[in-house]
């Protein structure tokens, strides 16, 4: 795929363009190009054979959120996203010479993988610009994918700078990931495979970014069935298109990191907002807490491992912003994959956060042997996992024989979390939680609850057998064989309040004796 340009000259290009004349022909502000649905139908037919037809699955959300949800799972493409379909009719459409000659982009991501897989299916040489942020997984894969990979720039903006001068010093086609033409003709076509796996559907909820996706999608779906509902769904970090259709035209929008960084896009696409703008219903932003929460909730339950971006519809969803859709039939692109591994596991941390099922708090014992033996048995007892700990000295002023001992836990869920508070007061004298939300609102809008818990008193822990099963500490040698029933070997004993099986009770007392 060499196409004969000396790259590492290239990637060193002086600065003898004027800055301000460095444009994309194919995105110009002041004549946008509004594509056509016949641009999608032969993109939709181009394509068919380069890429993965992703299915459209019913959600398993429905009964808890009161709506008929489908999730298209576009983050099954090669790459891992959407960005396939644009990428590959762009390249398919070049003239003989281009093609000859190759393409350049600017892109941290998804779009940069998209063109330089594809590019190399159809042999064409591909030069990416990716700023020192990118990661580097993603770095990795455009160069094994066949792609010319130039690290250049603290940002997107000075990636896409020094892209458009390396294109017009070697005659390269600059390729805009959101607003080219065939760009957003190719993101259309999954707006008509939503169509075919759901006939009637009522809604589709977008995530928006630069624009190309949703335009794209609107134009197809709205050309079918103008009665569908589209709605677009930004990050609170970076709400360019709410911003843009706002003043009726691109303009910069200052941005912050976000989990969907995917969606930081400052300035959308002309193209797009010319074709799609009119033809959005409704636009939304969405936190940070609840792009957490959605990601954690798409992999726990629909065992699906999407980015922050690709999340942000199920967000929304999930944060109520969308109340209209009660009832009805929504789909929802799940339109990217590929998530940073240590994002993931933060993603996750914040979600169960949110859900209350990872805790934090501390615990003064007794600094005496065994004083925080006592302490971690009290919470095995409750079947609570510790995920970390450590014990302070120093700052404990009320005794010099006692230590401080912060905890982070993993329970349940929240009334797992509220017992085992109770238990902890009613076992020590001073017990701070440090961290724990009573409910996701709680956790977006920072409400982190102290050491006053008025509902903790209602828990009562081992009522039930849900977390007697972990508890070593109940007395059952005090039970005499000869009050239980040899026959019955499953009839319950009575230890209390509690209730249990002859087996559990069993399994329980070996478990104890062993620990003693």
């Known amino acids: 795929m060499s196409s004969g340009i000396d790259w590492k000259e290239a990637s060193y ?19 946008p190009t509004i594509i056509r649905f016949e641009d999608i139908s032969a993109a939709a037919y181009r394509i068919k054979n380069g890429i993965v037809r992703t299915s459209c699955d019913r959600s398993h959300m429905n009964a808890d959120l009161n709506m008929e949800m489908y999730f298209k799972k576009d983050y099954m493409q090669f790459t891992g996203s959407f960005k396939e379909r644009g990428a590959r009719y762009t390249l398919i459409k070049l003239t003989a010479e281009e093609k ?31 700023p020192i942020i990118a990661p580097i997984m993603k770095v990795e894969n455009c160069k094994n994918y066949g792609a010319n990979v130039i ?36 993101q259309g076509t999954m707006g008509l495979e939503i169509l075919d796996q759901v006939p009637d559907v009522d809604a589709i909820v977008v995530p928006v970014g630069g624009g190309g996706l ?19 769904v930004e990050p609170e970090l970076c709400p360019s298109f709410t911003t843009a259709m706002k003043y009726g035209k691109a303009v910069h929008t200052p941005t912050f990191p976000s989990l969907a960084d995917g969606l930081t896009i400052p ?68 339109c990217g994959g590929n998530i940073d591994t240590t994002l993931l596991g933060r993603c996750m941390d914040r979600g169960l956060a949110a859900d209350g099922r990872l805790i934090n708090f501390n615990v003064v014992v007794s600094d005496r042997p065994g004083g925080i033996a006592e302490l971690t048995r009290t919470i095995s007892n409750l079947g609570v996992s510790i995920k970390d700990i450590v014990h302070e000295r120093a700052w404990v002023r009320t005794n010099t024989f006692a230590v ?44 982190l609850q102290s050491s006053k818990f008025e509902s903790v008193e209602e828990e009562h822990p081992y009522e039930g057998n ?23 070997s499953q009839e319950d004993l009575s230890i209390g309040n509690l209730q249990i099986s002859t087996k559990l009770a069993e399994k329980t007392s070996k478990v104890s004796s062993r620990l003693s």
Not at 274 to 295: C, F, H, N, R, Y
Not at 476 to 488: C, H, K, T, W
């Open 267 to 334: 300035t959308v696409g002309v193209n797009a907002l010319a074709t799609g703008g009119p033809l959005i219903d409704k636009m939304v932003t969405v936190s940070e807490a609840w792009i957490s929460i959605a990601i954690l909730r798409l992999i726990e339950l629909e065992k699906a491992v999407v980015e922050g971006a690709g999340a942000t519809g199920v967000a929304a969803i999930l944060a109520g912003l969308l109340p209209e859709l009660k009832g009805k039939k929504v789909v929802l692109p799940l």
């Open 100 to 130: 000859q000659t190759g393409v350049i982009t600017a892109s941290a991501g998804n779009h940069a993988q998209a063109l330089a897989y594809h590019g190399g299916q159809l042999n064409i040489p591909v030069t990416v610009v990716m």
């Open 404 to 447: 401080g001992v912060r905890i982070l836990a993993e329970t349940r869920n929240r009334t797992h979390s509220k017992e085992l508070f109770k238990l902890l007061r009613n076992s020590y004298d001073d017990v701070q939680i440090l961290g724990f939300y009573d409910s996701p609102e709680d956790y977006v809008a920072g409400n």
């Open 151 to 186: 690290i250049h720039g603290a940002d997107m903006g000075e990636s896409k700078l020094q892209a458009l001068k390396i294109g017009a010093k070697k005659g390269l086609m600059y390729i805009n990931g959101y607003d080219h033409p065939n760009i957003l003709a190719g």
């Open 214 to 232: 949703i335009a794209g999608l609107a134009l197809a779906v709205k050309t079918m069935k103008p009665d569908v509902c589209i709605i677009g």
């Open 466 to 488: 849900v977390n007697i099963q972990y508890n070593h500490d109940s007395n059952l040698a005090d039970i005499q064989a000869g009050e239980v029933d040899s026959e019955i």
């Open 13 to 31: 290009v002086s600065s003898e363009f004027d800055e301000d004349e460095l444009t994309d022909p194919a995105c110009d502000p002041e004549n």
